[in-house]
């Protein structure tokens, strides 16, 4: 089982970008699929989560402006994000469980400049 995210970089305050979350090793209609973020010093949070039938939920920070879908790829899952904050910075994480087991991808640093 593999998780790879990618797609972060540097923006301004108000820009967007979409990060990819490519897996592998399992079928990902199958399972549900979490972002995360995580600022040095504080805990992971959860930012968005798609389930194996479809059904979105958000954090209340994000709600609005960041949208998570399953990709044209069969083996990905996106996060478009939009009207990004400096608060939005961070280290963006895709994470998947299975069989109880939790597995994550390697991060992808986002910065939003103001």
């Known amino acids: 089982v593999q998780l790879q995210a990618s797609g972060g970089g540097l923006v301004q305050s108000g820009a967007s970008l979409t990060l990819s979350c490519a897996v592998s090793?399992?079928?990902?209609?199958?399972?549900?699929i979490g972002w995360f973020r995580q600022v040095p010093g504080k805990e992971r949070e959860l930012v968005a989560t798609?389930?194996?039938?479809?059904?979105?939920d958000y954090a209340d920070s994000v709600k609005g402006r960041f949208t998570i879908s399953r990709g044209d790829a069969k083996n990905t899952v996106l996060l478009q994000m939009n009207s990004l904050k400096p608060e939005d910075t961070a280290v963006y994480y895709c994470?998947?469980?299975?069989?109880?087991?939790?597995?994550w991808g390697q991060g992808t640093l986002v910065t939003v400049s103001s």
């Open positions: 994470n998947a469980v299975i069989m109880l087991r939790s597995y």
């Open positions: 798609v389930t194996s039938g479809g059904a979105v």
């Open positions: 090793g399992f079928p990902l209609e199958a399972y549900s």
